[in-house]
T-cell receptor
Framework: GAGVSQSPSNKVTEKGKDVELRCDPI?????LYWYRQSLGQGLEFLIY????????KSGLPSDRFSAERTGGSVSTLTIQRTQQEDSAVYLC??????????FGPGTRLTVL | SQQGEEDPQALSIQEGENATMNCSYK?????LQWYRQNSGRGLVHLIL?????REKHSGRLRVTLDTSKKSSSLLITASRAADTASYFC??????????FGTGTRLTVIP
């Protein structure tokens, strides 16, 4: 079946604006993750959804960041009042086990 | 930081040579995973090695894990130009939250 998809693939926004990034996980995967990859740095864990459990938000860098996962499927990562340091590639991954995570192509966010 | 650290940061080799990348981490882990990222694309899972395993093979890939030294290595044998990519190690401390290193950029010259 289809892999993890993310939209948009690229997003350019002005400082102070809000942005929403979307992730469609692989159908049937109960776990969904958001990561951030800044230029020249490794991937940074942001948030983790597992089934109907409360999400693990321990990686969110500030209260401007939030995420939802509706119906146990699609997830939206929202960044309010964007700052230039938010510029990065945001990656979503899903998993049906405790092992392999399948990653989407990412959304490249540029905050001017 | 809980992230792994890979070295070298960049590696350039001739096609046919072997490439070795190393990863060190700081905390106890359940497993360690290696991922590959082609430019402009998402990550692809390569191999997982559990904390009670010392070596694992998959095709031209060989991964070792030394939990006493908190380190792992990824060996790609008989490299090909198509192996050019960034390689990341990721540690799983449990609950499947992966902590990634900064990656090794591998260039295989035809």
């Amino acid at each position: 079946g289809a892999g993890v998809s993310q939209s948009p693939s690229n997003k350019v926004t002005e400082k102070g604006k809000d942005v929403e990034l979307r992730c469609d996980p692989i159908s049937g995967h109960t776990a969904l993750y958001w990561y951030r990859q800044s230029l020249g740095q490794g991937l940074e864990f942001l948030i983790y959804f597992q089934g109907n459990s409360a999400p693990d938000k321990s990686g969110l860098p500030s209260d401007r960041f939030s995420a939802e996962r509706t119906g146990g499927s699609v997830s939206t990562l929202t960044i309010q009042r964007t700052q230039q340091e938010d510029s990065a590639v945001y990656l979503c991954a899903s998993s049906d086990s405790l092992n392999e995570q399948f990653f989407g192509p990412g959304t490249r966010l540029t905050v001017l | 930081s809980q992230q792994g650290e890979e070295d070298p940061q960049a590696l350039s080799i001739q096609e046919g040579e072997n490439a070795t990348m190393n990863c060190s981490y700081k905390t106890s882990i359940n497993n360690l995973q290696w991922y590959r990222q082609n430019s402009g694309r998402g990550l692809v899972h390569l191999i997982l090695i559990r904390s009670n395993e010392r070596e694992k093979h998959s095709g031209r890939l060989r991964v070792t894990l030394d939990t006493s030294k908190k380190s792992s290595s990824l060996l790609i044998t008989a490299s090909r130009a198509a192996d050019t990519a960034s390689y990341f190690c990721a540690t799983d401390r449990g609950a499947n939250n992966l902590f990634f290193g900064t990656g090794t950029r591998l260039t295989v010259i035809p």
